[in-house]
């Protein structure tokens, strides 16, 4: 575990609600919570911008890439005095940011790790591009990357990293010394606990449930976007063909006295009718942007729990093979076999072993066991530990769920209001429009 | 009862003199009577006198003239007779379906509120069906040719895709003839006409016979000779089908795009309700989610709800008007061709006997005055109904856009209620937490 254990704040929600109804007004919503940790006391963190560059790759080959430029700046202590001081900025780019939670997920196996926005666009209704070069994808991907590190600065585990510090801070060498924490080592036995298939006896119910309840959530929110991208295409056709009256109340007007300016103006309307659903269509991505990030944090929460899973397994293998070996402990100090063991069989079979074989058996028995016993000890510990973080965690979780998805669903409410509000007030001049004919 | 009426003219068809009323004179008031006879009295409203000698003769023919320089300037205000003045009343409501061993149809309560003379009773009620009504057009357009008769609801349907006996199509169709028989009785000319009155009075519309004595079709413009050709259409009568042609490709465009709307609105709808299941079947694994994702279910239910009725609105109420007014142009294109025959013939009887005239100076034939007469009198007419028609247009089309809009504006507001009602629950539960977490 390589946190500093120093700067462990507790969360002080400050106001949250006014926060969040005060973004929501702006057109990019920000769900985050941003909880006081001594991190962000210290700065502030932003992803402000997107270039994008050419180089060779590790094959040696050309190709075009996006960077990112994170700015930091110490965090505003004396209010209203001058202009705030420039910030220090680096280039990242996504395989960077990548490679950070990779390394995270590996040194907080008990925590659940914010993801990081999608790689690839999914879940576009089709007039969204789903190329990765898109200036649309590529700004909302920019307000994903700023999200995944507020998210690690908000955390209270997470933000005293020594690592993540540095990614926001250096932009040479960063990349060594992560490498150089060895974590790699650790990867293999994180991908194992993924996919392995093993049964603990003793499941905990609370991660039992929890992992069931992060896979429907990832069920629904799947099949929420798939719908919600095959609904945005069919308004984008209802709002679309409106335009067409536009054209036709124009031509038509040409060949009418009195009714001619109500048509034509009523004809302007239609058109601006249309021409609504582009707006209301891209404030909604925004919303799926929110979804999306939960759909990706049930991967996280879903691997704890299996790390869990497989600690677990461990511990009672440990405890098992202790069992084992105490009985043939017995076995060997009585002389009754009761464990079936190959050793035993062979000094059936070939002859009982001599008095100090015997003994020599028994001291190498007894080292074992207490090695075992060592390891048990290890085992339950950092079972123990595991639990205790990986529950407060879920916890922690589970609440910052609670809050983001109602923050996000109210949202939502409100996007279907100025939608509605829009229509109404463009219906409402077409009707004044065709009064006047 | 005998009103000391004008001499007939020969334009309003060949009915007996008592029964017709000139058109002028349904513009402003029922025409002032004088009983007395004294011919110096008897004038029309407008004050020209009439000339009792034959209609044929070219001092009338004069008058004639006269008439249509008048009758320009009534054209001015041809709601005059619909404001102040109704005194004929007609709905078409009621429907019911009768059951035989022959067929089955539908029939419609027509019900009448008149204060006119040529009416016996000042109310009357009768059960018509649509062949009564199509047989009453059909009258019509045989007794009147000069004038534009209000188009009916499509005649057949395809009895495997729409159903007859339904509740939408029957009450579509009903304030289809509604509205035509509302047309006819607002019509100075055409509601004075004998088969309305009989349509609407007489218990058991028998078409075969009884009233063959009214429908003395009028030859002079229905059996046209054919081969005449056309010299010079007027201008303002070649401005008129220009008119009817841009117009009706006009209105098709219009019916398409409302199709395809309430095309893609139905497949929205598929989606939006499938979306809204979603956000329920959510519901299941949450516990203080439960609340805002029920709510959100709640109101894309009502949003559904809300466009369902506009999708339902616009193929009852819009598409079939819009379909109507494509059969009046049709219609009117007809009376135009009929004049153009009309003016034909006359030119070409006219060259005819200008060329027998030098030959051996034979006198102006007469028919040749009667054609001229009736081209003058079909212009008038059509004149006359044109200028009503485009203000009725301009009324049914303002009437039809602006509800158009309503029905939007409707649905939008519905499902804005929703959702604000929505934000209010959820917030006030919010303020409500913030309050026990402080205490």
């Known amino acids: 575990m390589m946190a500093d254990s120093g700067s462990n704040e507790e969360v002080a929600v400050i106001g949250n609600t006014d926060i969040t109804s005060t973004e929501t007004e702006s057109n990019i919503i920000n769900t985050m919570v941003e909880r006081e940790t001594a991190l962000l006391r210290k700065m502030e963190i932003n992803v402000a911008e997107a270039e ?72 576009q209704w089709h007039k969204l591009a789903a190329d990765n070069l898109d200036p649309d994808f590529v700004e909302r991907r920019r307000v994903g990357l700023e999200n995944f590190l507020l998210r690690v600065a908000s955390h209270p585990v997470l933000s005293n990293d020594k690592l993540y510090f540095l990614f926001l801070t250096e932009e040479k060498g960063w990349r060594e010394a992560v ?70 109340f124009s031509e038509w ?5 009195e009714m001619g300016d109500g048509l034509q103006s009523a004809g302007h309307h239609m058109d601006t009718y249309a021409a609504q659903i582009d707006d209301i269509l891209e404030e909604e991505e925004h919303y799926a942007d929110q979804l999306k990030e939960y759909l990706f944090y049930t991967d996280a929460v879903r691997s704890v729990c299996k790390k869990h899973e497989l600690i677990q397994y461990e511990l009672e293998m440990a405890a098992q093979e202790l069992v084992s070996k105490k009985q043939q402990r017995e076995e060997l100090a009585t002389g009754t076999v009761r464990v079936f063991s190959l050793k035993g069989m062979t000094s059936k079979l070939f002859g009982t072993e001599s008095q100090e074989q015997r003994e020599s058996r028994l001291a190498a028995l007894e080292q074992s066991i207490q090695e075992g016993e060592e390891t048990l000890k290890e085992k339950n510990t950092e079972c123990k530990e595991f639990v205790q973080m990986a529950w407060q965690d879920i916890e922690r979780f589970k609440e910052q769920k609670d809050k983001d998805l109602r923050e996000a669903l109210i949202s939502y409410a409100i996007m279907q209001i100025s939608t509605c509000k829009k229509g109404i007030q463009v219906w409402s001049n077409a009707k004044d429009c065709f009064n006047k004919m | ?108 309560r027509v019900s009448t509120k008149t204060s006119r003379v040529e009416f016996d009773l000042p109310e009357y009620c009768v059960r018509r069906r649509y062949q009564d009504f199509d047989w009453l057009r059909i009258k019509l357009e045989d007794s009147q040719p000069t004038h534009l008769i209000p188009p009916l609801p499509e005649k057949f349907v395809m009895k495997g895709v729409v159903d007859r006996f339904s509740e939408e199509f029957v009450e579509t169709r009903m304030k289809a003839l509604d509205k035509f028989l509302k047309r006819v009785a607002d019509h100075p000319v055409l509601s004075f006409n004998p088969h309305l009155t009989a349509f609407l009075t007489v218990k058991d519309l028998n078409k075969r016979q009884g009233l063959a004595l009214l429908s003395k079709v009028g030859e002079s413009v229905k059996h046209v000779a054919g081969g005449y050709k056309l010299r010079a259409r007027p201008a303002e009568f070649c401005a008129m089908g220009e008119y009817l042609d841009t117009f009706n490709q006009k209105l098709g465009t219009i019916d398409r795009i409302a199709q395809r709307i309430l095309k893609e609105q139905s497949e929205y709808l598929t989606e939006l309700r499938e979306y809204g299941g979603v956000y329920s079947s959510w519901v299941g694994s949450e516990e203080e989610l439960r609340r805002p994702l029920e709510g959100v279910a709640g109101c894309v239910t009502t949003s559904c709800g809300a466009l369902e009725d506009l999708g339902d609105n616009m193929s009852l109420d819009f598409l079939p008007v819009l379909r109507e007014y494509v059969l009046y142009l049709e219609s009117i294109k007809n009376v135009l061709r009929k004049r153009d ?58 009437q039809l856009l602006t509800s158009m809009a309503d029905r939007n504006i409707n649905s939008y507001e519905k499902s804005q209620a929703a959702w604000e009602s929505l934000i209010t629950l959820l917030q006030d539960k919010q303020t409500e937490d913030k309050t026990s977490e402080t205490n």
Not at chain 1, 218 to 237: C, E, F, K, M, W
Not at chain 2, 64 to 84: F, G, I, K, N
């Open chain 1, 52 to 123: 994008k560059r050419t180089g060779k790759n590790t094959v040696n080959m050309q190709e075009t890439y996006t960077v990112y430029l994170i700015e930091t700046r110490p965090a505003e202590t004396v209010p209203g005095g001058g202009a705030p001081a420039a910030p220090d900025t680096l280039w990242r780019r996504y395989s960077e940011f990548e490679l950070l939670r990779t390394f995270l997920l590996v040194t907080y196996p008990y925590i659940i790790i914010p993801p990081l926005p999608e790689k690839r666009a999914e879940f």
């Open chain 1, 179 to 248: 490498l150089e924490t060895g974590f790699q080592d650790k990867v293999d036995s994180r991908l194992k606990s993924l996919s392995a298939m093993f049964r603990v006896k003793n499941p905990d119910k609370r991660f039992t449930a929890m992992k069931q309840y992060s896979d429907e959530l990832n069920t629904v929110i799947s099949q929420l976007l798939r719908v919600r991208a095959r609904v945005a295409d069919r308004l984008y056709g209802v709002y679309k063909v409106h335009g067409n009256y536009g054209r036709v």
């Open chain 1, 253 to 257: 007007s040409a060949i009418e006295k």
């Open chain 2, 1 to 108: 009862m005998s009103v000391g009426a004008p001499r007939a003219l020969a334009s309003s068809g060949q009915k007996p003199i008592t029964e017709i009323l000139h058109p002028l004179s349904a513009a402003e008031e029922p025409l002032s009577v004088t009983i007395g006879g004294d011919k110096q009295e008897v004038a029309l409203t407008n004050g020209t006198p009439v000339e009792t000698s034959s209609p044929a003769s070219t001092s009338s023919l004069f008058n004639r003239l006269q008439l249509d320089d008048d009758l320009e300037a009534d054209v001015r205000d041809p709601y005059a007779d619909s404001t102040e003045m109704r005194d004929l009343f007609v709905t078409v409501d009621d429907p019911k379906k009768h059951v035989s061993t022959m067929e089955t149809y539908i029939t419609y």
């Open chain 2, 341 to 398: 025959q009309s003016q034909a013939e006359y030119e070409g009887r006219l060259e005819a006997a200008i060329l027998r005239k030098q030959e051996d100076r034979t006198p102006m034939p007469l028919e040749v005055e009667k054609c001229q007469d009736k081209v003058e009198c079909f212009n008038a007419d059509l004149k006359a109904d044109w200028e009503r028609w485009q203000s009725n247009k301009r009324h049914d089309f303002k």
